[in-house]
């Protein structure tokens, strides 16, 4: 079976710009949430959607935001770009919503912020 | 505040010896996970413990939770070079996992490398 899959790979922009980042879940889960990891830090929550509703959020400005589809797949969208959201975005899936139910994790993708 | 402290942050190692990481948390959970990343790659998903003294173990790895010291240990056993990675512990601090969300909170991770 497929895992979680994250487009694009790669991702260069420039400070003010705007990017959208592309996951889909593993076939079968419902709930989609995303991490920002800084290089030498741990992934830090961002946001978590259920059902295409947001269930969850973490302590980030409201540059960021998300939606999840109908399909359970999931955009994460981030505004006026600055040189600190370089990092690697990572998506995970997990069949439900709450602590309960294990996260799995995507390839990521890496925005670099020029 | 919820906190998730790892040390050490870097751990140089001889192919062959034995280490621990540890992986202390700031407040009560029963669901703890650790994770490998290799440089530039996603989470690889290690051992899932989800109780008290709960204990995995795969391959030179083995990981254990004491939640009361509100501990995490990884223990590496004769070390080789393809265990030269960063090394994640992360906690999930849901008051009820069948009633909120989860969600995951990171150490800093420790880069381990390991030298013949």
């Known amino acids: 079976d497929a895992g979680v899959t994250q487009s694009p790979t790669h991702l260069i922009k420039t400070r003010g710009q705007q990017v959208t980042l592309r996951c889909s879940p593993i076939?079968?889960?419902?709930?989609v949430s995303w991490y920002q990891q800084v290089l030498g830090q741990g992934p830090q929550f961002i946001f978590q959607?259920?059902?295409?509703?947001?269930?969850g959020r973490g302590n980030f400005p409201d540059r960021f935001s998300a939606r999840q589809f109908p399909n359970y797949s999931s955009e994460l969208n981030v505004n006026a770009l600055l040189l600190g959201d370089s990092a690697l975005y990572l998506c995970a899936s997990s069949l439900g919503w709450t602590g309960y139910y294990e996260q799995y994790f995507g390839p990521g993708t890496r925005l670099t912020v020029t | 505040e919820l906190k998730v402290e790892q040390n050490p942050l870097f751990l140089s190692m001889q192919e062959g010896k034995n280490y621990t990481i540890y992986c202390n948390y700031s407040?009560?959970?029963?669901?703890l996970y650790w994770y490998r990343q290799d440089p530039g790659k996603s989470l690889e998903s290690l051992f899932v413990l989800l109780s008290n003294g709960a204990v995995k173990q795969e391959g030179r790895l083995m990981a254990s939770l004491d939640t009361k010291a509100r501990l995490s240990t990884l223990h590496i056993t004769a070390a080789v070079h393809d265990l030269s990675a960063t090394y994640f512990c992360?906690?999930?601090?849901?008051?009820?996992?069948?009633?909120?969300?989860?969600?995951?909170?990171f150490g800093k991770g420790t880069k381990l490398s390991v030298k013949p």
């Open positions: 407040t009560t959970s029963d669901r």
């Open positions: 992360a906690v999930d601090f849901s008051r009820d996992y069948g009633g909120s969300q989860g969600n995951l909170i």
């Open positions: 076939s079968g889960h419902k709930s």
């Open positions: 959607y259920y059902e295409k509703e947001e269930r």
